[in-house]
């Protein structure tokens, strides 16, 4: 400053000096024309209030007021009675929509930031001259206790933040998610861009920390309304109010201060799968207060009780044998729901949706929305039940099939499925055969059906049974073949050779078949005269070997065979050819020799086999 008033003398020692080199009269002339020139003593005064503001004492922080002397693409350039202008970035006068809010002339205020009086140097702040406003705004209402608003900026750890002033002064508070509502807020981030209003907790100017809450707010808010809401709250009123929470077992509504729970069972009239379905929270209802108690404070509300229970003339609407129409509602694993009324809904059971078809789920036949026409089977309007039957609109196909397949037919089909227990076979649309595992063949023993047939395969078959109230139609494939073991007692009497292949070999004895069908076993004590452990190594399948028939069972479906037998009969049949061979001269000493040969032989065979 010492320097300014310095160079002020200066000028005006030099401008003297100038005008004593003048001549006196001019100098007495000029003098009397500038006392009396009122633009020139103007001059004078202007000159004197530069001058005094050339000597006045900045501070750093402080907030002034300067003049706009022109502006460029960076910078505006500021007067604020300074020797030297200072320049703000031009981005702190842009709009919202990014243009230049400023002309040249316009009066602003900014914040000194930095003085430098050696260097003549300023450096100005637009922006933070407007947040320095809006703290004190700030301070002022946390002093005062008074509410103050924000727009929520963002999500941050533990809370949001909410800016307090516009986009240029902005002061950033911090609002604890604890301090949001009166209840938890399931998704913080959808009130990013709200304009709230909240109280101030916390202002701490120097460290620039403001914490503030909404929650406060709403409960005084919440206060005021719940005293107004117990001093006239009665049963059997009909009030409005909003939905704050919805839970598995029903919905809280908030009455104004006080909570009143609508439970799932006075919703409606009819069947509700969750109270979600039909609320959602920040819907306005309108419920009836059913019960108030005033010492706990706990209301029971209503829905369903604003209406007439349609239950009470369903039996007269919807009388047994009735055809209706309804909506599908919900479907479950073991029937859908059907809404015939507001309040009013049917069960069709999986089983009542299809004649012939198997139904696993109600998904098969309709879906949820879809109009139907179905048949009042029953009707308990003191449990609220309505059983209701899809397939009774058309006729049973059961009762067609008995005339048109009676037992004895043959019919020809494809084979649908394959099963452990058997083959279902189609005999028209909806309607399947049965053949049972054990109607597949007389003898043959069959592990898999599969064994023998495969999906789709076209056979015929022997209707056997038609059951209609089970749904049950019995097929057989070997009926249509004559049983063979009711005659094998006449092809294989005891005593004959038969000649077969070996189907299976177990420890107690070797399986042969003897023609397609019918199989004999050559039980293990049948197979040599020699004691055998197991016939397993001795026999394979495909094997073909010759037995004698010593037991037939028609009933049991069995035969008795031996291989033992046939050895002892060709013993016989050579001892008894040997005794009554004269010319051979073979003599009883000779015959009973030949016989241990034999036997030493067989014995040396069966050491073999067995090793």
């Known amino acids: 400053m010492e320097k300014v008033a310095a160079e002020a003398t200066q000028e005006q020692t030099l401008t003297a000096t100038s005008d004593q080199e003048v001549a006196p009269s001019q100098v007495n002339s000029e003098t009397a024309a500038k006392d009396e020139s009122p633009k020139k003593s103007g001059d004078m005064g202007q000159f004197e209030d530069l001058f005094e503001q050339s000597l006045r004492t900045f501070q750093e922080g402080e907030v002034l007021e300067g003049t706009v002397v022109s502006l460029d693409k960076e910078f505006v350039m500021i007067d604020v009675g300074y020797k030297s202008e200072g320049l703000i970035p031009i ?19 900014v914040l000194l930031e930095r003085w430098d009086p050696e260097g003549g140097m300023l450096r100005l702040s637009h922006s933070k001259a407007l947040r320095q406003h809006v703290w004190e705004e700030i301070i002022k209402a946390f002093e005062a206790g008074i509410p103050v608003k924000g727009t929520v900026v963002s999500r941050v750890k533990g809370g949001l933040s ?29 009130m990013v861009n709200q304009v709230i209003e909240c109280s101030i907790l916390k202002c701490n100017r120097r460290r620039e920390n403001i914490v503030v809450s909404r929650r406060v707010l709403l409960e005084n808010e919440r206060a005021k309304k719940r005293e107004e809401t117990l001093a006239s709250l009665e049963e059997n009123q009909i009030r409005e109010g909003d939905v704050k929470n919805i839970t598995d077992y029903g919905v809280f509504v908030d009455l104004g201060g006080i909570d009143g729970l609508l439970h799932i069972t006075d919703m409606s ?29 706990k209301v029971s509300l209503g829905i369903k009780q604003l209406t007439e229970d349609p239950w009470l003339r369903v039996e007269e609407k919807y009388p047994v044998g009735e055809r209706v129409k309804g909506k599908v509602v919900s479907l479950t694993d073991y029937g859908a729901f059907i809404e015939l009324e507001d309040g009013v809904e049917g069960l069709v059971h999986v089983s009542e949706m299809s004649w012939t078809k198997r139904i696993r789920h109600p998904s098969q036949m309709i879906s949820v929305g879809d109009i139907v026409e179905a048949m009042v089977l029953k009707v308990d309007s003191k449990a609220k039940r309505i059983s209701l039957g899809l397939k009774q609109i058309e006729p049973n196909p059961w009762d067609l099939v008995q005339e048109r397949y009676p037992i004895g037919t043959v019919i020809e089909g494809a084979v649908k499925n394959v099963t452990d227990f058997g083959l279902f076979i ?27 047939y495969k999906k789709g395969e076209i056979i015929q078959a022997v209707v056997l049974n038609i059951d209609r109230e089970k749904e049950r139609f019995s097929l057989g494939i070997k009926q249509l073949y004559p049983d063979p073991w009711k005659s094998v007692l006449e092809r294989y009497p005891v005593g004959a050779k038969i000649t077969g292949k070996v189907t299976n070999v177990t420890d107690f004895g070797v399986f042969v078949e003897i023609e ?28 073909e070997v010759s037995a004698k028939v010593i037991h037939v069972g028609p009933l049991e479906r069995r035969i008795g065979l031996s291989i033992k037998r046939i050895s002892q ?12 061979d004269n010319r051979a001269g073979t003599t009883l000493g000779n015959l009973l020799q030949e016989e241990l040969v034999q036997q030493s032989r067989a014995h040396s065979k069966d050491s073999k086999a067995k090793k």
């Open 516 to 543: 397609e069908g019918v199989e004999g076993l050559i039980h293990i004590s049948e197979l040599g005269a020699a004691k055998i452990k197991t016939p397993v190594g001795m026999f394979h399948v495909g094997e």
């Open 426 to 452: 189609g005999i028209e649309e909806g309607i399947d055969g049965l053949v049972h595992i054990s109607d597949l063949s007389w003898s043959k023993r069959i592990k898999h059906p599969g064994e023998l």
């Open 569 to 580: 009969d060709e013993e016989r049949s050579n001892f008894d050819e040997y005794a009554t």
């Open 162 to 190: 909410v800016r307090i002033g516009d986009r240029k002064g902005e002061v950033t508070a911090f609002l604890p998610f604890s301090q949001i509502d009166l209840r938890p807020i399931p998704d913080p981030e959808s």
């Open 269 to 297: 009239w009819g069947h509700i799968e969750h109270p979600s379905k039909l609320f959602k929270v920040g819907d306005r209802i309108k419920v009836k207060v059913l019960t108030y108690d005033r010492e706990t404070e």
């Open 91 to 109: 981005q702190e006068f842009r709009g919202e929509g990014g243009e230049v809010t400023v002309s040249p002339g316009d009066v602003v205020e």
